[in-house]
Structure formats: C-alpha cells, structure tokens
C-alpha cells in the first residue's frame, strides 16, 4: 500500500491472519509503504516459547521501520495499544538510541526516532496473553501507528495505520 500523488496523508490498513495451529516462530507479519515513498514498516509477532498460541504465553512483536530517503528522517514516531486480552510486559519495549518510549493508558508510545537516510531501526515489546483468556476469544489483534513530521512543525505530515497482526490462541 502506497501513499503518493492525491494518496498522499491517507491512513491506509492491512489485516493479517495466521491459521490456527500454524507454526508460530512466525505468528503474524505485516508490511506498509508509507509516506510518499520515504518509509517502510515491517512489523511481526512471534510467540516466544514457539508451539501453539496458548494463555499465558508471551509475544514479542518486532517492528522495523526502514528509510527509502537519501537524508536521515528525525521525528519519526510510532505508537500502538496493548491487544484486547493481553498485558504488556513491563520494561521489555526497546528502542533506538535517542529514542524515548512511553507506556500509558495501555499504550506505548515511541518518539525521537531518528531513522538513518537508507537505514533502519528496529522497536521492540512483548505481551502477555492473559490467563485465562475471556471465553470465545480466539483472536489477539494489534495495531499501531507510524509516522513523522518531515518539516519540523510538530504536525505529523503523513501517517500510517497497521490493523490486523491478528493471532490465533489454540
């Protein structure tokens, strides 16, 4: 999904599903093209003890966010809500040098990220799927937000929505 031309600043979403019982070291991947062809964010969920999506476990999403620009991208900033019937693991979101990370209202918001020009960064944080998990919940869906403020006029100029890295318990 690309935003340019008279797409540009729209707010675009994929939705990713992974079968029940699939082989869960790669539970859920989710690309977007953002920005005018500036950035790229990949982002994966992986259940860390591996087997199948069971309460309890923990998940360790990773996000990279990668530079197509010649020149570094300072302001760069992501944020995503802790999934529906999961807990986040306190101190375990990680990002680059720089960057501050701030966990509030079941939110983890991720700032001063300075995006190198043709380079990446990664972010990082788990979660704990609750235990026991709410009767006929079968579904852990996340989503988060990049973006980034090119001008330096604290207004995001373009951002993107990730909807979907959607896991399936059992």
């Known amino acids: 999904v690309l935003a340019k031309g008279p797409n540009f600043g729209k707010i675009y979403t994929l939705t990713v599903t992974a079968p029940c019982g699939s082989d869960s070291r790669a539970i859920a991947r989710v690309k977007v093209k953002v920005i005018n062809n500036r950035l790229n964010a990949f982002k994966s969920a ?5 087997g199948n999506l069971m309460p309890g476990d923990e998940v360790l999403y ?4 990668v530079s ?3 020149n570094d991208l300072p302001g760069v900033e992501f944020s995503d809500a802790i999934p529906a019937n999961t807990a986040y693991v306190e101190g375990s979101a990680t990002g680059p040098n720089g960057s501050s990370v701030i966990f ?17 960064v990664l972010l990082m944080f788990k979660v704990r799927i609750n235990n026991p998990v709410a ?36």
């Open 46 to 50: 992986v259940d860390i003890n591996g």
């Open 62 to 65: 990773t996000i990279s966010i």
């Open 68 to 70: 197509l620009n010649d």
């Open 104 to 120: 509030t209202n079941n939110t983890l918001y991720f700032s001063n990220i300075m995006v190198p020009a043709r380079g990446q």
């Open 135 to 170: 009767p006929g919940v079968k579904d852990i869906i996340n989503q988060g937000i990049v973006g980034y403020d090119q001008n330096g006029d604290v207004q995001k100029d373009s951002q993107a929505l990730t909807e979907g890295d959607t896991l399936i318990t059992g």
